[in-house]
């Protein structure tokens, strides 16, 4: 018999956590839910759009009827819950029972009600549910009606804009001086309150309510001044509380909420708690970001995977009044011990600001244009040292730099019809009707609909400020912890550690040693964790060719045809006639279909079909040519100019450091794909400047640059430092490379990875530190013992055969 | 069945593919046949699975794909394709022909007539 799960309140929390855990475990359980409110799963945070008249209560369900049934979950609309016997494991309500062998409880909050004289009035309303807004809108009906909506922070602020808009005449009144104090600071909450104005709303500012009048009906409000507002509707919005009364009827040990452990266990294990009625270390927490955190981890739990830990979460906000570009987290106020950046653009209507302690982000509260709320709450999150990037960290994660679609960041303002993704093609509107359509929450949802951001990645930011523009409010963060991907819950770092300190060398020991979900990984970690063995195992691990993507496997790029391109290594973009003829001579005798000259100083044989490429192999092998690695996460080109040698302006012979840079780094195997080129003096031929490892050869030396990119984003380098003689180039240049290689994530060029450690981070191991550096040097020439040995020349002799052949030929 | 198949098949249509050993464990060999190649897919346990080696989103190699669980990801734009099946895994749409397969005492075996219930494009 399966074991039977009763869930109490059918709001998000709870369903969302059913949704996790038939994902797990589909079969696990027989499932019920008991809901209070009469209606199937809907989108609570939607009931603002639906007030203001920009969406139906149609478009609001997450979960229909349907879902339930197609998923074997017995729902029962409409009945409360009155108690739990915990003994006997049953639930009652009314008439309905229900037995468990596991509990959810997820019963919300409550809005609170100031106990003032005449609360209790009709026509005095709260912002929670569907009634709810039914109720305002039935007020609304009415011609000439006036509201009074107390409470001034972001719920309020949304039950007046949704009044307004209905046609009502609207007063907001707040017991504070400035709205959404929680949230804004004083000259944000002045630029919102004037924008607000001028949509038609009025505001009473620091105004204490004594009593609702009226006899039966509400008619009006009385403030301790004893100024009188009428009104047919009274809205009050002035918070909420977690509703735990059932859970504390039960006797469950409750504080400001029924408490949690990390794994989201009520003091009575067979009871869980999930969403707003929770306090967890202490915290509550009223926006869907971290009950959707907590869902997956309970779920997980009762699909008896029993790893995840929820471990709390940080939270931004975002008000849903179209129009008003509003977001604000963490401690946006700042103190004594801490410093704030400024920027502020009357004008325009903008104002920014960004609380820093130790170069750290604190919080930081932004109006009018807040497409980089994403960027610095990532960074406060993460706790992301700034100090790299401080000078330019207002102005915003610089988008200027992607290339594909140029400054046209704007997307509130952008057309339905402008490209988002320019990989795969994926419009504005089409992302935001997947969003809408099917209910999508998170980043990777759009993804897998859409296919917008799963490619190259550069349209990330557009994406996550389109969800969050169009879920409203607070969309689902990627969790502060990124999982390496969907087969495990431990993170590239945590990974990486394990593998060393546990001393794991084979991939199915660390899938054992992290408990992975799946029996052999996914495209995703298999590559990753290939890696990281090699990496952490020179001449110890096995490589796996199964785990390695197609062009690594075959040593060649895979082609749109299925036919494969070849392209041999010409040190430091060098040739010579006899290279050249070689090359001339195998794309005559196999037909192949075009020579071109590559981005990278070399030449790129294209067309060739899998068979071939171990004889074309044999003949380059011959004239001494080496496989270039264009297929590789590995040491691609060295590009140079002639410098010194030739250049009326030289200072020094790049193109023999290029050269001997490219001997010494040749074969190896890096996180994601590794460029250098030496130029030969600041006019930077070789396009130094933006490359993995650069070299700028000056009068008095050699100057090194790192973590440029010229891509998808372009990034300038930054600079490393000033070298006297080739023989430190070439011991900086092993050992920024070994320091990459041992702690960038598989898939994370150097100018993401220096972005996420920084640079004086890169500069303390390396430049400052000279017992650091010798020991990241030795690690890499160790390491390359094993990686110098020529793919293409072992092939060509045999190795890996069935790789290039058919198993069978059928005439 | 055309002739050339009969020539190469058994009387019960079943061609000789070669021993389970000859396919790498969670990878794949190409059946080149005059209908096209077809891929012949090996998983951790050893089961075999044969598909159409044209993937339904633009007819990339699924034969030069990763192999993981009963999965192939495409090599050239990620489609994750269900080797039992032959669907795109969701949200993707499509699939990719599946052909009989067996297995007698190491040998592999199949069939180059395509299952039913999936177009063989
Ligand atoms: C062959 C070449 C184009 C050419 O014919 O000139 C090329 C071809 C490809 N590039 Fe490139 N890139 C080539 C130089 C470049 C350059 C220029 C350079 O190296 O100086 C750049 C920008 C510089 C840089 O990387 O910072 C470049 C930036 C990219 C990117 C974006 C990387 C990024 O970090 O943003 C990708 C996508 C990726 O790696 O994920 C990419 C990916 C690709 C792939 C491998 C796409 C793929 O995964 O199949 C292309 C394979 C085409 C093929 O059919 O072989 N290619 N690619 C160039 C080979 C150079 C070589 O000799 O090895
Ligand atoms: C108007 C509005 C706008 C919002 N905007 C945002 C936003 O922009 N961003 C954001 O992140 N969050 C927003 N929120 C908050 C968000 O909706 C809540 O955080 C979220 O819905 C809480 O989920 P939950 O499952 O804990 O509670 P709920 O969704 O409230 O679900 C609890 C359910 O349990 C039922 N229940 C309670 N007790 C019992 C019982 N004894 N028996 C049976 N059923 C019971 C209730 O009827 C209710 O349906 C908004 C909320 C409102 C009201
Ligand atoms: S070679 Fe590079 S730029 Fe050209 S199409 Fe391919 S990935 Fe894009
Ligand atoms: S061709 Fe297979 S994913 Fe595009």
Redesign the interface.
């Known amino acids: 018999m399966k074991e039977k799960l009763v869930l109490i309140g059918n709001g998000m929390a709870g369903v969302r956590t059913l949704e996790e855990l038939l994902k797990l475990a589909p079969e696990q359980y027989d499932i019920t839910v008991f809901g209070g409110e009469p209606y199937s799963n809907y989108n609570r945070i939607m009931l603002s759009p639906v007030l203001a008249g920009e969406k139906t209560i149609d478009q609001i369900m997450l979960n229909d009827d349907q879902w339930y049934a197609d998923n074997g979950v017995t729902l029962h609309k409409g009945k409360w819950v009155e108690t739990v016997d915990r003994a006997r494991r049953v639930v009652h309500a009314g008439d309905v029972s229900a037995h468990y062998d596991r509990l959810i409880i997820a019963t919300g909050s409550y809005p609170f009600v100031i106990p003032v004289p005449g609360s209790e009035l009709k026509g005095v309303i709260s912002f929670r549910d569907i009634a709810d807004v039914d109720a305002m809108l039935h007020a609304a009906g009415r011609p000439g009606g006036r509201a009074v909506v107390i409470g001034g922070g972001l719920l309020g602020l949304e039950a007046a804009n949704g009044l307004n808009k209905q046609g009502m005449d609207v007063t907001v009144v707040h017991l504070m001086d400035s709205l959404m104090e929680r949230q804004l600071d004083k000259p944000a909450a002045e630029l919102l309150r004037t924008s607000l104005e001028a949509k038609g709303l009025k505001f009473l500012m620091q105004a204490q309510t004594e009593a609702i009048l009226g006899a039966g009906q509400v008619q009006g409000v009385r403030f301790k001044d004893g100024l009188e507002v009428p009104a047919e509707l009274v809205v009050m919005a002035v918070g909420i509380r977690a509703n735990f009364q059932l859970a504390e009827k039960i006797g469950l040990h409750c504080e400001r909420g029924v408490v949690v452990n990390d794994t989201m266990q009520t003091f009575d294990p067979r009871i869980y708690a999930v969403g707003e009625c929770v306090q967890h270390r202490g915290q509550t927490y009223g926006l869907v970001a971290p009950l959707f955190e907590q869902a997956k981890v309970c779920a997980n739990h009762l699909a008896h995977i029993g790893i995840a830990r929820y471990e709390g979460s940080v939270t931004s906000t975002k008000l849903k009044v179209t129009g008003i570009d509003l977001f604000s987290a963490g401690d946006f106020i700042g103190d004594e011990h801490t410093e704030s950046l400024v920027l502020q653009d009357p004008g325009r209507g903008l104002y920014k600001k960004v609380v820093l302690k130790d170069n750290r982000i604190q919080g930081a509260v932004m109006y009018g244009d807040t497409i980089d709320g994403t960027w610095y709450f990532e960074l406060m999150r993460d706790r992301t040292d700034i100090s790299d990037f401080r000078d330019s960290l207002l102005f915003g994660q610089a988008h200027l730099g992607d290339s594909g679609h140029g400054d046209d960041n704007r997307v509130a303002a952008m057309a339905d019809s402008s490209e988002i993704c320019g990989c795969n093609g994926v419009c504005k509107g089409e992302i935001v009707e997947a969003i809408t359509q099917k209910n999508l929450f998170t980043l990777d949802d759009v993804r897998?609909?859409t296919k917008a951001s799963?490619?190259c990645g550069s349209c990330t930011g557009l994406v996550e400020a389109l969800l969050a523009h169009t879920v409203g409010g607070d969309y689902s963060q990627s969790p502060a912890k990124k999982p390496l991907c969907p087969c495990t819950d431990f993170t590239h770092d945590e990974i990486r550690t394990g593998i060393r300190d546990h001393e794991l060398k084979h991939m199915s020991a660390v899938r054992t040693y992290f408990e992975w979900k799946?029996?052999?990984?996914?495209?995703k970690c298999?590559?990753a964790l290939n890696y990281y063995l090699l990496c952490q195992w020179p001449g110890e691990y096995q490589d796996d060719?199964?785990?390695r993507?197609?062009n690594e496997?075959?040593h060649a790029n895979?082609q749109?045809d299925?036919t494969y391109s070849v392209i041999p290594r010409m040190w430091g973009g060098g040739t010579t006639p006899q290279e050249l003829r070689a090359i001339a001579d195998v794309a005559e005798k196999y037909s192949v279909r075009m020579v071109h000259v590559t981005g990278g100083q070399r030449l790129a044989l294209y067309g060739l079909t899998k068979e071939q490429l171990p004889q074309i192999w044999g003949d380059l092998t011959q004239a001494g040519l080496v496989s270039g690695h264009a297929y590789g996460k590995a040491l691609r080109t060295v590009k140079t100019c002639v410098g010194r040698e030739w250049c009326r302006f030289g200072t020094q012979d790049s193109t023999a450091l290029g050269i001997d840079l490219e001997k010494m780094t040749w074969g190896s195997w890096t996180p994601h794909k590794f460029k250098m080129a030496a130029s030969g003096c600041p006019r930077n031929c070789a396009e130094a400047t933006i490359k993995d490892f650069g070299v700028v050869c000056v009068d008095s030396g050699y100057e090194l640059h790192v973590g440029g990119n010229g891509g998808v984003k372009v990034r300038a380098t930054d600079l490393l430092c000033h070298v006297e003689t080739p023989q430190q180039v070439l011991d900086y240049c092993a050992a920024f490379m070994q320091l990459y290689r041992e702690e960038a994530h598989y898939l994370e060029r150097t100018a993401p990875w220096i972005e996420r450690v920084g640079l004086s981070y890169v500069k303390a191991k390396i430049v400052e530190d000279s017992a650091s550096r010798e020991a990241l040097t030795q690690r890499f020439h160790y390491a390359q013992q094993f990686a110098q040995d020529d793919p293409w020349a072992a092939r060509a002799k045999g190795a890996e055969a069935?790789e290039f052949v058919?198993?069978?030929?059928?005439? | 069945m055309n002739q050339?198949?009969q020539?190469?098949t058994d009387t019960e249509g079943w061609?000789e593919?070669?021993r389970i050993e000859?396919?790498?464990?969670?990878?794949a060999?190409?059946?080149?046949?005059?209908a096209g190649?077809i891929a012949?897919f090996r998983?951790?346990d050893d089961e075999i699975f044969a598909l159409r080696d044209k993937c339904p989103h633009?007819?990339?190699?699924l034969s030069?794909?990763?192999?993981?669980?009963r999965?192939v990801?495409c090599?050239?734009?990620?489609w994750?394709i269900h080797l039992d099946t032959g669907l795109a895994v969701a949200?993707d749409e499509g699939c990719a022909a599946r052909f009989p397969v067996k297995v007698d005492d190491g040998v592999v075996h199949l069939s180059?007539a395509a299952d039913e219930g999936c177009p063989d494009r």
């Open positions: 897998a609909h799963s490619s799946t029996p052999d990984g996914c495209s298999r590559p060719s199964q785990s993507f197609i496997r075959a895979i749109k299925a069935h058919p198993i069978k030929q059928v005439s | 050339a198949q020539r190469v061609l593919v070669g000859e396919i790498p464990s969670l990878g060999r190409v059946v080149r046949t005059p190649d012949v998983n951790a633009k007819g990339g190699p030069q794909g990763i192999v993981h669980g999965r990801t090599p050239l734009h990620d994750k949200p180059l």
